[in-house]
């Protein structure tokens, strides 16, 4: 016969380690719980929801429009921007706020410019319609570096078609085809913790290049930028977890760490007055 006497302080000392382990885990799970909701309550979140409205009701029913754009064989005396809409605007030969920038010893031409376009469907182009003498053979072909509608709007979390057309190449295309790019313009508002909004445009895009003919012959091509506004807003807000809701989650963490610790506990503690009781069993 094998007295017990001497089992029992070692599956006291094994429970007490099991139980130590268990704290350590439970201590470490919290922590880890802890610090990922800190980090979600640290850091902001951008919230964005739809709603029919003009956002930018002191634009005065304007849009600034900003474009760059490379005719690398194209004179920059033959280039002009033209701009038309349904409220009656025909302005050819836009010169206000652009720059002309030759390029290939003078052979192209790199046109930047800033202008504002009503709040109503219409178009603007870039043609040779302004120049006093026509060539005869004009070489649209083109490269679109920027076209981007109202404030730059540059957030980390917020990737929208704010110049979707930036790097449209038209190099291999027909020289002598017009373009067309139809546009729908989409308002944006951006909100940031402070309240402060901020106005910008996403657009998306379709397009079509052809050569267009009418009676008397071919029409001059043209760089065409169709463009209707769209009656839906996007807005994007910063939100910041509420603190009552961080309270909220830490003490739920805390108390589920807790509750489900002690169910554990009991578990293994009746597992292991079980398995002492047959081991004394074994013993006798």
Same mark, same amino acid.
């Given at each position: 016969m094998?007295?017990g006497?001497s089992?029992q ?5 094994v429970s007490?380690?099991?139980?130590c382990h268990?704290?350590?885990c439970c201590?470490l799970?919290?922590l880890?719980l802890f610090?990922?909701?800190? #980090? ?7 919230? $964005?929801e739809?709603?029919v409205?003009?956002?930018? @009701?002191? &634009?005065g *029913?304007?849009i600034?429009?900003?474009l ?5 064989n194209?004179h920059?005396e ?5 701009i ?5 605007r025909h302005?050819?030969g836009?010169?206000?706020n ?7 010893n003078g052979d ?8 504002s ?10 043609? #040779?319609?302004?120049?006093?003498a026509?060539p005869? $053979?004009p070489?649209?072909?083109h490269?679109?570096h @920027?076209? &981007?509608? *109202?404030?730059k ?6 990737h929208?078609?704010f110049n979707?057309?930036e790097g449209a190449d038209k190099?291999?295309?027909?020289p ?6 139809i546009?729908k313009?989409v308002?944006?508002v951006?909100?940031d ?8 445009y ?9 050569v ?7 029409i001059i ?13 996007? @807005? ?7 603190l009552?809701r961080?309270i909220?989650?830490?003490c739920a963490?805390i108390?589920g760490t807790f509750?489900?610790?002690?169910i ?5 503690f ?5 398995w002492k ?8």
């Open positions: 094998i007295s006497g089992c302080p070692q599956l006291f000392c007490v380690k099991i139980a268990f704290s350590v201590c799970f919290i880890f610090l990922s909701e800190l #980090t979600g309550f640290i850091a902001t979140e951008i919230v $964005n739809l709603y409205d003009d956002p930018d @009701k002191d &634009s *029913g304007k600034e429009v900003n760059n754009i490379s005719l690398p194209l920059c033959l280039v002009g921007l033209d038309q809409d349904e409220m009656g302005e050819v836009h010169i206000d652009s720059m002309k920038i030759p390029l290939n192209g031409c790199r046109f930047e410019g800033h202008f376009i009503n709040k109503v469907p219409g178009n603007f182009h870039v043609s #040779t319609h302004s120049a006093t026509q005869q $053979n070489d649209m072909t490269i679109i @920027k076209l &981007s509608f *109202g404030d709007l540059q957030v980390q979390n917020v929208g078609a979707a057309l190099l291999s295309s027909n002598l085809a017009s373009h067309d790019y546009l313009i308002p944006t951006y909100e913790m402070s309240g402060k909004q901020r106005y910008s996403q657009y998306t895009v379709a397009n079509k290049e052809y267009a003919y009418s009676h008397t012959g071919r091509p043209a760089i065409w930028f169709r463009y209707d506004l769209s009656p839906i807003t996007v @807005k994007y807000t910063e939100r910041r977890q509420p009552y961080f909220t989650s830490i963490i108390g509750t489900v610790a002690g554990l506990d009991s578990c293994i009746t597992a292991s007055e079980a009781k047959i081991q004394l069993g074994k013993m006798q």
